[in-house]
């Protein structure tokens, strides 16, 4: 059974910062990318920032560069995702979803993964 476990979500101030943890099982670790994702109240679901476990490769949505970074460690099947001066409108249930290396980037931009975790919520006071 595939398992992706988020965690590390919770209040923060604006102009904080969390890092959120996702473990990965039940999959080959090094052959699926990664992605974040988040959404809001009413709100579209955003993809945030992808990461190949391949060649670590990274991209990232546009509300969230130069604040948010994403990382792997392959030898605990984990994929983080720091996130820096947090603004209340960063505010969102954040998933984390794992895609087949191949076609990684094209599903995460479609946000069409093959594997979704749970979410775990973030929340930034202003």
């Known amino acids: 059974e595939v398992q992706l476990q988020a965690s590390g979500g919770g209040l923060v101030q604006t102009g904080g910062s969390l890092r959120l943890s996702c473990a990965a099982s039940?999959?080959?670790?090094?052959?699926?990318?990664f992605g974040w994702f988040r959404q809001a109240p009413g709100k579209k679901r955003e993809g945030v920032a992808w990461?190949?476990?391949?060649?670590?490769?990274?991209h990232y949505g546009d509300s969230v560069k130069g604040r948010f970074t994403v990382s792997t460690d392959n030898a605990k099947n984990s994929v983080y995702l720091q996130m820096d001066n947090l603004q209340p409108e960063d505010t969102a249930v954040y998933y984390c979803?794992?895609?087949?290396?191949?076609?990684?980037?094209?599903?995460?931009?479609?946000?069409?993964?093959?594997?979704w975790g749970k979410g775990t919520l973030v929340t930034v006071s202003s």
């Open positions: 039940g999959i080959s670790f090094g052959t699926y990318s």
């Open positions: 990461i190949s476990t391949t060649d670590s490769g990274t």
């Open positions: 979803a794992a895609a087949t290396s191949a076609w990684g980037i094209e599903m995460f931009l479609l946000g069409s993964m093959n594997y």
